[in-house]
């Protein structure tokens, strides 16, 4: 069996028992990033030095047995947004193609305590700014299935290396759907977090009030314990939530069945626009938590209609307050050929900023300028209020809801990059839940012409524990998780 096969509950059995090393772990996936990546591109940079370093210290701490944990010696990737630190941290922006933070976020740092092992940082859409990781500065990510198809955005680097076998585990950045949507075209597991459980520190933002960082995994077992990891308050991040971590594996290994919870099923998100295929899927997926044992009922979310429009006027808003920073003065990329500090702004900007980062820069700037402020910026954050109030009300009689996480399989590569509001519209079944700020997992159900097509199931604020019960117990009754793509037989 390649070492690749292995998920981390097991690896970390083999690990316990001595009979691999971490270092030859890592060793055998940086091997294969090298042999396999080139053709999928999920990786911006693969931090092989300190990736060896942090094995040998994982394999010092398993001899010593001392401060072992279920993630001590696993190796992992990072979204590029993650800031990492003496590793290159891009965004996949030109504008930070050289920055390199002194510090560490949170995630990561919690990662390392555990004994983790980085192998690098994934490709992903500028600043988190697209669904298909077209919008990178440097390169597009291939979709594992199937070369010709994207594989999501904007974390769409760390779902392709996942799905790719390319590290037992990834850590993306969900602001609209990042976590889910690439997860979904992969055929991973990811979960977006309710907003606040992860904490933000370290983490270069792209909407302040939506950005979550989450876990995408093979499986929700190995999405536990990574969230069990990550989570937690943190004195560095205000808006992180003091109450504490649940144990999420241990609930998934008393979960037998889903009696006793009632799961919503949203009308307005089986609508017109929904691939036949994705439908199906769903409905069949449903049936199997009925029958395992959850009580299924419609419920209304009547104000799902403004949710793109509202979604993205904030964001738009919100990151051009925060890109302005990037001033070639501060941080990264600094043109040289000017004649004062307008020109340097300007240049820079114009040099290091792609397309889509523009145009979002332009009309967020627009939306909060004198006069337009109370019409658009302001009006968003009230429709905002009433779309938090229908999943409150719907969580009234509902554990859980499950909807499709994306209208369509994924894409074919151009398909939808020249036209920005048919990108937004794929993002209609995933971008309300950040309005609310409430948790989501996105798992496997299906397949349509070799593509995988994934589930969504949202609960309450800080109901991850409910969400990866009824996930885990999908899984141990389905096996779409554990299909992979053709590369995955490819071994060095
Ligand atoms: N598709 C969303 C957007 O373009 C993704 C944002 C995100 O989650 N980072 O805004």
Known sequence: MDVHELDIQQAHELLLSRKISSE???GAYLARIQQVDPQIKSYVTVSEELAIKQAREADQRLKRGEGVTPLTGIPYSAKDSLSTRGVRTTCSSKILENYTPFYDCTAIQKLNSAGSVLLGKTNMDEF????????????????????????????????AAVAAGLGLFSLGEDTGGSVRMPASFCGVTGLKTSYG????????????????????????????????????????????????????????????????????IPKEYFVEGLDPEVDSSLRTAIKQMESLGAEIVEVSLPHTQYAIPVYYLILFAEASS?????????????????????????????????????????LGTFALSAG???????????????????????????????????????????????????MYLSDVHVVAINLAGIPALSVPCGMSN???????????????????????????????????????????
């Not at 500065?137 to 779902?159: C, K, L, Q, Y």
């Not at 009433?386 to 999943?391: A, K, S």
């Open 24 to 26: 030859e772990l890592t």
């Open 128 to 159: 988190g700014m697209g669904s298909s990781t077209e919008n990178s500065g440097f390169f597009t990510t291939r979709n594992p299935w199937d070369f010709d198809h994207v594989p999501g955005g904007s974390s769409g680097g760390s779902a």
């Open 197 to 264: 459980r992860v904490s933000r520190y370290g983490l270069i933002p792209l909407v302040s009030s939506f950005d979550t960082i989450g876990p995408m995994a093979r499986s929700v077992r190995d999405a536990a314990l990574v969230l069990e990891a990550i989570a937690g308050h943190d004195l560095k991040d205000s808006t992180s939530r003091v109450e504490p971590v649940q144990q999420y594996s241990e609930a998934l290994k008393k979960t037998e069945n889903l009696r006793g919870l009632r799961i919503g």
């Open 322 to 362: 925060n890109l302005a920073k990037y001033d070639g003065v501060r941080f990264g990329l600094s043109e040289r050929n000017v004649d004062s500090v307008l020109d340097l702004y300007l240049k820079t900007r114009e040099a290091g900023f792609g397309a889509e980062t523009k145009r979002r820069i332009m």
């Open 372 to 422: 337009y402020y109370d019409a658009y910026y302001l009006k968003a954050q009230k429709v905002r209020t009433l779309i938090r109030q229908d999943f409150q009300k719907a969580f009234e009689t509902c554990d859980a809801l499950i909807t499709p996480v994306a209208p369509t399989t994924a894409f074919r590569i151009g398909e939808k990059i020249t036209n920005p509001l048919d």
């Open 450 to 492: 070799g593509l995988p097509i994934g589930m969504q199931i949202m609960g309450p604020h800080l109901s991850e524990e409910t969400l990866l019960r009824i996930g885990h117990m999908y899984q141990s009754q389905t096996d779409w998780h554990t299909k992979h793509p053709p590369v995955w037989g490819d071994s060095p």
